[in-house]
């Protein structure tokens, strides 16, 4: 759904999409959405009337897909496999590279040419974060993986400078501070013992 929240306090529904998706990007007036059996790429130019542009399908999966665009890439991350989809023509976006990873990604995070996972077993009982090379898009591979400890459900996942930070939603893990000055070996340097399900980095403030 877009949505018009210039008047906060009276927000109004613009349009919806026929289809639904779990989690989506929009980069000026391209969005990005990922959902369970495709990726597409809509014209939303015209808030009230969006333009579906191209799709990608897959092969259904029973876990979310997380979704993030970069430039002429978005990186679409499905049951225990990263995407990379080339969007330079977003009429026929193509699926040029994939890596496997060995946990369910929940977030994804961007810097330079590392892309940063936050992922979770099956069964909720054990987070970690994957580090993965993506300079070359047609052949990413995973750098590094850093479990966290035992009873851990990662959720969100932001990077700013040299650290990542990864919430969890469970009180007793929180938000977990991952310093990646090295990206090949990351190293937990704290963590903030409260439920943390979506997360914002301003200057250093979180």
Known sequence: QIADVSNPQSPTILSTTPNSYADLEVIGNKAYLAGARTFDVFDVSDPGAPVLLGSLPFDPVATPSVVLAEGSLAYVARGLTIH???????????????????????????????????????????????????????????????????????????????????????????????????????????NIARATRAIAVSGSMI
């Open 84 to 190: 990379v989809i080339d969007v330079t023509n977003p009429a026929i976006p193509e699926d040029i590279g994939s890596v496997p990873i060995t946990a369910f990604a929940t977030g994804l995070a961007m810097s330079g040419t590392y892309l940063y996972a936050a992922a979770t077993v099956y069964n909720g009982t054990r987070g970690s974060l994957h580090v993965v090379d993506v300079s070359d898009p047609t052949n990413p591979t995973v750098s590094a993986s850093l479990w966290m400890p035992p009873e851990n459900y990662s959720s969100d996942i932001q990077v700013s400078g040299s650290h990542v930070y990864m919430g969890n939603s469970l009180p007793s893990r929180g938000l977990q501070i991952i310093d990646v000055t090295q990206p090949n070996s990351p190293k937990i340097m704290g």
